[in-house]
């Protein structure tokens, strides 16, 4: 009898004992996990604190001294924000940052000359943006693409000048204002061609991408044939009274005239002088097609000739 009692008490020890371990064990495997899900969090929280620094440091407020050459102070910018380490959905949105550091030079600018300044230094941002994503195609293995990418930039920047020129006139035609408006022309087309830039090495990194939302209204668009030349232009823009678009196609001539509004990207197109009719397709980022439905006799465009513009260079501003 004595022995069985032991037995048992043994028994009920051994139960205990293990009973216990395995608690301990349980506490033990319970704080490990809570220890690896708060570093885990600290983590996170400092990457958030490096990312709210980066961006406070971009959105420092900049002292106005029209005195003071920025180009330097901008290209300075830009190259840093390339330099972070971040994804190019991210960089370009603080391009966009930077533009807004340096705005109110613009803002603040009285004179010709200090408008013209400014307006040069924020086109410095976008010019040297593009600069650095064109740099990367060259990092790119598929050397077919590589060569695809970069023949396309080349004719993109030989066009520049000839677009500029269809955009504003010539330049002596265009008065003391003409470095001004070329500049901010030079800005807005570089920064759409930067954003096209960035999706195709996006698409080749695999990388999430999303382009700013384009006008369905306005925009600039051309056919260059796949050479360093404008061939066809197409250029939607607000006029003094009406909204005007102004059609050049090649061997053929140039038409303008003003259009209506139809929505979702449609513009019904009447030439100056009445003989032609027609309709705008604005399909934003993907270009945009010229639709003659209705001509005179005498004229060289025929009703039913459509007209492709496949490069959209500038669609993201509503002007």
């Not at 293995?141 to 023949?151: M, P």
């Not at 920047?157 to 010539?170: R, S």
Request: charged residues 30%.
């Amino acid at each position: 009898m004595r022995k069985i009692i032991i037995f048992a008490v043994t028994a009920v020890a051994v139960t205990s004992i293990l009973g216990g371990c395995a608690k301990n064990s349980t506490a033990k495997n319970l704080e490990s996990e809570k220890s690896l899900e708060t570093q885990a969090e600290k983590e996170t929280q400092v990457e958030k604190k490096t990312q709210v620094e980066k961006e406070t440091q971009i959105q420092k407020e900049i002292q106005i001294d029209f005195g003071h050459d920025y180009t330097d102070d901008v290209k300075s910018d830009v190259n840093k924000n390339s330099e972070s380490g971040l994804t190019l959905q991210e960089e370009l949105e603080n391009v966009n940052k930077i533009t807004d550091k340096y705005t109110p030079l613009a803002e603040a600018a009285q004179t010709q000359m200090e408008m013209d300044r400014s307006a040069g230094w924020l086109y410095s941002i976008w010019n040297t943006e593009l600069d650095i994503l064109k740099n990367r195609v060259d990092d790119v293995t598929d050397a077919q693409v590589k060569e695809k990418i970069l023949a396309e930039q080349e004719n993109w920047e030989n066009m520049k000048e000839e677009m500029t020129l269809i955009n504003l006139g010539a330049r002596e035609e265009g008065g003391s204002i003409y470095p001004q408006l070329e500049a901010s022309f030079l800005e807005q087309i570089c920064k759409d061609r930067a954003y096209v830039l960035a999706a195709e090495l996006a698409g080749i990194n695999d990388e999430a991408f999303n382009m700013p939302e384009a006008s369905l209204k306005y925009g600039f668009f051309v056919d260059n044939e796949g050479t360093d030349s404008v061939c066809s232009s197409l250029l939607i823009r607000k006029g003094y009274d009406n909204d005007e678009a102004v059609v050049s196609v090649y061997r053929k001539g140039q038409i303008e005239g003003t259009f209506t509004d139809n929505g979702n990207g449609e513009l019904e197109f009447t030439s100056s002088d009445g003989n032609i009719k027609g309709v705008i397709r604005n399909n934003g980022w993907n270009g945009a097609e010229f639709e003659i439905t209705d001509s005179a006799d005498e004229s060289v465009f025929c009703a039913g000739e459509k007209v492709e513009f496949p490069l959209a260079i500038s669609v993201t501003e509503e002007s």
